[in-house]
């Protein structure tokens, strides 16, 4: 089944300890992107990658890091993780930038205490 | 610049159609969408339509787009109470790295 795997679903952690959230999908797509949603403020985009080893920052990224070492992973690390970092976080993949088929993950609730 | 709007709210009885209305200001989008979001879960893509085209439909979804007013349109056809969720309109303007552009969302809520 094609699909965006994210992991962990839920994960509750303490300010200041590094956390990595997976991303990983299965139809050769060359563009990935994570986006945090927040009420009131909508869906974001913090990162976005056009192909291996290519990263951009997008709206919010202060705080994350990503990397793209394959074309299937792309997973999002918050070196030291704030209060406000508290959200639900997706991750997203297409064929191409601007394409029709935007895929998403099913999401990973994170909060920091 | 880049911004999509949404009512935030629509109530509508079970069998009736649903309209979920939004407008945006960037006309470069290849490609509008519709998303759906249920409790606890993550973005579905619904549908999606060309930006060359005026109408799509699909099974019980017909899509309506307006460019001239920036405005696209969601009809759901005998709306059930398993389409009760959050519909989010978004684009994909040029020049923006690829980034989806998404509306506030609109919760649907349909009563028996």
């Known amino acids: 089944e094609a699909q965006v795997t994210q992991n962990p679903r839920y994960l509750i952690t303490v300010t200041g300890k590094k956390l990595t959230v997976t991303c990983s999908q299965n139809?050769?797509?060359?563009?990935m992107s994570w986006y945090r949603q927040d009420p009131g403020l909508g869906l974001r985009q913090i990162y976005y990658?056009?192909?291996?080893?290519?990263?951009d920052k997008g709206d919010v990224p202060e705080g994350y890091k990503v990397s793209r070492k394959e074309k299937r992973n792309f997973p999002l690390i918050l070196e030291s993780p704030s209060p406000n970092q508290t959200s639900l976080y997706f991750c997203?993949?297409?064929?191409?930038?601007?394409?029709?088929?935007?895929?998403f993950g099913s999401g990973t609730r994170l909060t920091v205490v | 610049g880049e911004d999509v709007e949404q009512s935030l709210f629509l109530s509508v009885r079970e069998g009736d159609s649903s309209v979920i209305n939004c407008t945006y200001t960037?006309?470069?989008?290849?490609?509008l969408y519709w998303y759906k979001q249920e409790p606890g879960a993550g973005l579905q893509l619904l549908t999606y339509?060309?930006?060359?085209?005026d109408m799509k439909q699909d099974q019980r979804l017909t899509v309506l787009l307006n460019k001239k007013d920036k405005h696209l349109s969601l009809r759901i056809a005998d709306t059930q109470t398993g389409d009760s969720a959050i519909y989010f309109c978004?684009?994909?303007?040029?020049?923006?790295?690829?980034?989806?552009?998404f509306g506030q969302g609109t919760e649907l809520s349909v009563k028996p």
């Open positions: 997203a993949s297409s064929p191409r930038q601007g394409s029709y088929g935007y895929t």
């Open positions: 139809m050769n797509h060359e563009y």
């Open positions: 990658s056009m192909n291996v080893e290519v990263t």
């Open positions: 960037d006309s470069s989008s290849t490609y």
């Open positions: 339509i060309f930006s060359n085209m």
């Open positions: 978004a684009e994909t303007p040029s020049g923006t790295g690829g980034k989806l552009i």
